[in-house]
DNA sequence: GATTGACCTTACCCCAAGGGTAAAGGTTAT
DNA sequence: ATAACCTTTACCCTTGGGGTAAGGTCAATC
């Protein structure tokens, strides 16, 4: 049984984030012994690994739990796990797509900037407009 | 003299957002008429016109402040404007970069799923570990 | 036995950039 | 006068925790 920092520790994971992952039901509140400190068996390590790899790939808090109760469900389709990493794919294409457009119109017009110690300046005048 | 409606209207900002500029600084406050409703004078029309424009370039707040700052100070150089700008660029470059990264692992993971009805599922499997 | 340092607890405020809503009051047109 | 719409302040909510305070606990050293 670990301790919360120790938890931490080998999940990657700050104290703090495990505490709150507990207060928002992304996983259930651990064990604790007689001084109220909070003990970590085996199941809820794997968990908080779990949470930080799909963190880590890019899953916000709400799909990391939807991910992980599919994970414990014997019973679920390989189709319901797909389409939420569909759909977290076709989000980041968006974005990136989005930030793509955005960087190139901003390179175009910082390009244009000479960077001296005049006022006159491309990039003032794109936001004026 | 624009009603904060109008003055949202015409900026494509939102009511909402134009208090929350007057709020933390980063546009003055305007005039009041005798009912304390606001009314916006052409000048402040022209600064929430410029941190539209910023904030539709990718800026956040804080950067649309300084920008906005530099728009107005005749003594300014571009050289501090397009440090700002540049400093953007790299910022979304790599976030960017950050993303395809995700995105590539992420589906070279969801391409091996079935996505059928049985529990089998290689992304489960890769953030099990 | 006492102290020290590291750990734990809850509880509160904070970040960005507003959205939503309430309660109250003002304006405009019919 | 009444409806429809506008404005005001004020408060709570969002994401994913970070920071800090005040207090309790534990293990080791003196």
Known sequence: MLSISQAAKVTGLSVKSIRHYEQIGLISAPPRSSNEYRYYPESLIKQLHFIKSTKDAGFN?????????LSEDNERSSADVKEIALQKIEELEARIKQQQTLLAS??????????DKTASCPIIDAFVR
């Not at 901003?106 to 960077?115: D, E, F, N, S, V």
Request: glycine share 6%.
């Open 61 to 69: 808090l709400k799909e990391s739990k939807a991910l992980l109760n």
């Open 106 to 115: 901003l390179k175009k017009i910082t390009k244009q900037c000479h960077g």
